[in-house]
């Protein structure tokens, strides 16, 4: 009886044993299982003395791995707030510095979450848009499209992130549900922090400034590329002191809060998308561990083509 305990048991952890072995290629530790609630990341890595590059793909989303530390290579994924829950692929290509590539197949939970959830009724007519507003709020849609449309390869940012404005939530208010007049709205995509008027919005991580600009819903706006699909979103601005295509440094300060766009009160509406998901900003500072090896340098060309470190 206990023998074929002892042999059950010993299947069971065959079984569960997350290695692929192929030979020549020494081994690889792929990741067994990725569990993500909606709105939230998680760290991802793969593991392997031989691997000298790991690339990833969710859907038709590329997912980036970047080098970190010993024979390991990290990725950071999410969960979009409106995502159905269920279970997808996250596909894996690690390419072998002895040659070839091993390919892995990791299952993707993505789990439900509740959100809070408001009611009510205004009277009809009340939100309609005249034609110049449907025309700005266009404008404003076609502009973030663009600015999230090609993502900096390079990891740009270092752990931690860090808060942008010193103030809390007023309320829970990632992914809160709207329903006016009985029709679902969409999901609130960001973080309400109750920053007033004239507080100074620090850069969340290093990055790049892909826009700059006021519209229509989210006022004054500024949107960091943090390179790797990872983009950070600052809105309801009363000032801006950044330009697009400019460097900025984690702290740097973005502009000052305030109330513009469609808003009743001063606030900073915090964003985050990462792989165009829509995650909670929060996730960056719960999530991303302290043990991030430093980015690598990014080199770029300045204004007069001069090549300068950021
Ligand atoms: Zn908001």
Same mark, same amino acid.
């Given at each position: ?24 290629? /020494? ?5 067994? !299982?990725?569990?993500i609630?909606q709105g939230e990341l &998680?760290?991802? #890595? ?12 969710l859907g038709?989303e ?16 999410g969960a979009d707030v409106d995502a159905k &829950? ?6 894996? +290509? ?8 091993? %390919? ?6 993505i ?6 959830? @408001? ?12 034609? @110049?507003?449907?025309? @700005?709020?266009? %404008? @404003?849609?076609? &502009? ?25 939530? #007023?309320?829970?208010?990632?992914g809160?549900?709207? +329903?006016?007049?009985?029709?679902? %709205?969409?999901p609130?995509s ?22 700059? /600009? ?22 309801? !601005?009363?000032? +801006? ?32 998308r990462l792989a165009n998901a829509r995650i909670d900003? !929060? ?17 770029? #060309? ?9």
């Amino acid at each position: 009886m206990r023998a074929v305990l002892v042999l059950a048991s010993f299947v069971a952890l065959l079984l569960d044993c997350p290695e692929s072995f192929a030979a020549g290629h /020494g081994k690889i530790l792929w990741p067994k !299982l990725i569990e993500i609630f909606q709105g939230e990341l &998680a760290e991802v #890595s793969v593991i392997g003395a031989d691997i000298a590059v790991v690339k990833g793909g969710l859907g038709k989303e590329k997912i980036f791995f970047y080098p970190n530390g010993t024979a390991k290579f990290s990725a950071i994924v999410g969960a979009d707030v409106d995502a159905k &829950a269920g279970t997808s692929k996250l596909r894996l +290509i690690a390419k072998m510095r002895s040659g070839g590539e091993i %390919r892995s197949e990791v299952p993707v939970r993505i789990r439900a979450k509740s959100f809070r959830q @408001e009611s009510f009724n205004v009277p009809p007519g009340f939100d309609q848009m005249t034609p @110049e507003n449907l025309e @700005e709020i266009h %404008r @404003e849609q076609a &502009a973030f499209a663009r600015a999230f449309a090609v993502p900096t390869p390079d990891r740009l940012w270092d752990a931690p992130f860090i808060r942008p404005v010193p103030q809390d939530e #007023s309320a829970s208010s990632f992914g809160r549900r709207r +329903i006016i007049n009985g029709t679902p %709205r969409a999901p609130h995509s960001g973080l309400d922090l109750s920053a007033p008027a004239g507080t100074e919005v620090a850069a969340a991580n290093h990055g790049k400034v892909v826009l700059n /600009g006021n519209f229509f819903f989210a006022g004054g706006s500024v949107v960091l590329d943090h390179g790797g699909g990872l983009f950070t979103m600052y809105f309801h !601005l009363s000032e +801006i002191r950044v330009g697009e295509g400019e460097f900025v440094r984690k702290g740097d300060a973005l502009g000052l809060s305030g109330a513009t766009g469609r808003v009743t009160g001063a606030h900073l509406h915090w964003g985050a998308r990462l792989a165009n998901a829509r995650i909670d900003p !929060l996730e960056l500072l719960k999530k991303i561990s302290a043990n991030w090896l430093p980015a690598e340098p990014v080199v770029q #060309s300045d204004t007069m083509g001069n090549e300068v470190e950021k």
